[in-house]
């Protein structure tokens, strides 16, 4: 029996270290892979305004400005409540100088303008006096082709015709003397001097018909051919004169549009730019859109600059550069960047928590909004987080936190 009591207590040991050997081997095996197991995601973000306003003057005309007035850094504001003002001085000397240029712009258009319509006259009536030049070469042209030629035809034809008959009558002439002089009609001295005469008219005919002849073949075969090619030529040259006018007149009428019209829109353009800079003048003021907190400057993804503004009275700004920002404190939202390796891990839709530096005992419900796939910088890429629950007072705009997302564990190893 005493056996018996001793081998079950050996037994009953020996199962007990057992147990405890197992029991921890189980515990070193469950931290060894919970140290294996990522534990979250934890970010830094910056508070950031849902309604946020950059304010600028915004203006065209007027570019250059002096600071006169601005509400301190961190006032807060109502809607329409003005925030800036500026020095009027420069700016009215430049307006004044714009009506004066203006004026003389004026003056300028209606001398041009006057011109213009001179030109314009001026235009008419050279187009009328090339129009009559071609219509003189076309009639002399036609005049020439239609009568001209064939009366130079008919002329050369005529002149031959009439030496010819002056050359008949008088060879005709003196065959007659000399028939009457054979029958003693008249004394010998008498026939010597007639015939003698009659002898030499007939000579004389017979000269100027040869001198006909050729006039007239050289009037057909040379003069009046050559006449017809001038004749051509001149009506040709007529017609490229006047289309050459014409196309000069044109392009001059063109140019003189152009230029015109150039000077009618300049006169414009300096009209409306001094409107405009009047109309600047009268509105050089900054008022806030709506309520909120002012932040001279501008933000960067929610952030303040790491410099302080050195807005001041007498700065000088430009019409494009914010000088403030106008942030609603009670709309919030948390912005940060995640690194390539973090995109995998981050997705819209993912919850956790957030904490203001400003007051690490508050704990925020929050919700990924947005998780960019593309980068705005080198490695870094834009993540929107929204606020679900949580106390916000305190927290303001550009104020920085933490954010933690626990491990998002598959939902077959949550059922197991």
């Given at each position: 029996?005493?056996?018996?009591?001793?081998?079950v207590?050996?037994?009953?040991?020996?199962?007990?270290?057992?147990?405890?050997?197992?029991?921890?081997?189980?515990?070193d095996?469950?931290?060894?892979?919970?140290?294996?197991?990522?534990?979250?995601?934890?970010?830094?973000?910056?508070?950031?305004?849902?309604q946020?306003?950059?304010?600028?003057l915004?203006?065209?005309?007027?570019?250059?400005?002096?600071?006169?007035?601005?509400?301190?850094?961190?006032?807060?504001?109502?809607?329409?409540?003005?925030?800036?003002?500026?020095?009027?001085?420069?700016?009215?000397?430049?307006?004044?100088?714009?009506?004066?240029?203006?004026?003389?712009a004026?003056?300028?258009?209606?001398?041009?303008?006057?011109g213009?319509?001179?030109?314009?006259?001026?235009q008419?009536?050279?187009?009328?006096?090339a129009?009559?030049?071609?219509?003189?070469?076309r009639?002399?042209?036609?005049?020439?082709?239609?009568?001209?030629?064939?009366?130079?035809?008919?002329?050369?034809?005529?002149?031959?015709?009439?030496?010819?008959?002056?050359?008949?009558?008088?060879?005709?002439?003196?065959?007659?003397?000399?028939q009457?002089?054979?029958?003693?009609?008249?004394?010998?001295?008498?026939?010597?001097?007639?015939?003698?005469?009659?002898?030499?008219?007939?000579?004389?005919a017979?000269?100027?018909?040869?001198?006909?002849?050729?006039?007239?073949?050289?009037?057909?075969?040379?003069?009046?051919p050559?006449?017809?090619?001038?004749?051509?030529?001149?009506?040709?040259?007529?017609?490229?004169?006047?289309?050459?006018t014409?196309?000069?007149?044109?392009?001059?009428?063109?140019?003189?549009?152009?230029?015109?019209?150039?000077?009618?829109?300049?006169?414009?353009k300096?009209?409306?730019?001094?409107?405009?800079?009047?109309?600047?003048?009268?509105?050089?003021?900054i008022?806030?859109?709506?309520?909120?907190?002012?932040?001279h400057?501008?933000?960067?993804?929610?952030?303040?600059?790491?410099?302080?503004?050195?807005?001041?009275?007498?700065?000088?700004?430009?019409?494009?550069?914010?000088?403030?920002?106008?942030?609603?404190?009670?709309?919030?939202?948390?912005?940060?960047?995640?690194?390539?390796?973090?995109?995998?891990?981050?997705?819209?839709?993912?919850?956790?928590?957030?904490?203001?530096?400003?007051?690490?005992?508050?704990?925020?419900?929050?919700?990924?909004?947005?998780?960019?796939?593309?980068?705005?910088?080198?490695?870094?890429?834009?993540?929107?987080?929204?606020?679900?629950?949580?106390?916000?007072?305190?927290?303001?705009?550009?104020?920085?936190?933490?954010?933690?997302f626990?491990?998002?564990?598959?939902?077959?190893?949550?059922?197991?």
């Amino acid at each position: 029996m005493r056996l018996s009591v001793i081998a079950v207590t050996t037994l009953y040991s020996t199962c007990l270290l057992c147990f405890m050997c197992s029991t921890g081997f189980a515990d070193d095996e469950k931290k060894a892979e919970d140290k294996k197991e990522p534990s979250g995601v934890t970010l830094t973000g910056v508070f950031e305004a849902l309604q946020a306003s950059e304010l600028s003057l915004d203006t065209e005309e007027l570019t250059a400005f002096k600071l006169k007035k601005i509400v301190p850094h961190g006032t807060r504001v109502k809607t329409g409540q003005t925030l800036a003002w500026f020095d009027t001085d420069e700016i009215d000397e430049k307006i004044q100088a714009a009506e004066i240029a203006l004026r003389l712009a004026k003056l300028d258009l209606q001398d041009a303008e006057f011109g213009f319509e001179q030109f314009r006259r001026t235009q008419e009536l050279d187009k009328a006096a090339a129009e009559r030049t071609r219509q003189a070469a076309r009639q002399a042209h036609d005049n020439y082709v239609q009568t001209d030629r064939d009366r130079s035809f008919g002329n050369a034809e005529y002149t031959l015709n009439s030496y010819q008959a002056s050359y008949d009558n008088a060879f005709e002439e003196l065959k007659q003397l000399e028939q009457m002089y054979k029958e003693d009609d008249l004394t010998e001295e008498s026939e010597e001097i007639v015939l003698k005469r009659s002898q030499q008219a007939v000579e004389s005919a017979k000269f100027r018909l040869e001198g006909a002849k050729i006039q007239a073949e050289r009037t057909v075969k040379q003069s009046i051919p050559r006449q017809t090619a001038e004749a051509e030529d001149t009506f040709k040259r007529s017609e490229m004169a006047y289309q050459k006018t014409i196309q000069g007149l044109n392009v001059a009428q063109q140019k003189q549009d152009i230029e015109i019209a150039q000077k009618r829109d300049k006169f414009a353009k300096q009209q409306a730019d001094l409107k405009a800079m009047q109309a600047e003048r009268a509105h050089l003021t900054i008022v806030a859109p709506h309520a909120g907190i002012v932040y001279h400057g501008e933000l960067s993804r929610g952030k303040l600059s790491d410099k302080p503004s050195s807005l001041k009275v007498g700065s000088a700004v430009t019409n494009t550069q914010v000088l403030v920002t106008v942030v609603n404190p009670e709309r919030l939202q948390i912005r940060t960047e995640l690194t390539e390796a973090l995109l995998g891990q981050v997705h819209a839709g993912m919850n956790g928590t957030a904490t203001a530096s400003v007051y690490p005992d508050r704990e925020l419900a929050v919700k990924v909004k947005v998780a960019k796939a593309i980068p705005f910088a080198n490695n870094k890429f834009d993540c929107v987080i929204t606020l679900r629950k949580g106390d916000t007072q305190g927290i303001v705009p550009g104020m920085a936190c933490e954010v933690n997302f626990a491990e998002q564990k598959p939902a077959a190893a949550v059922a197991e």
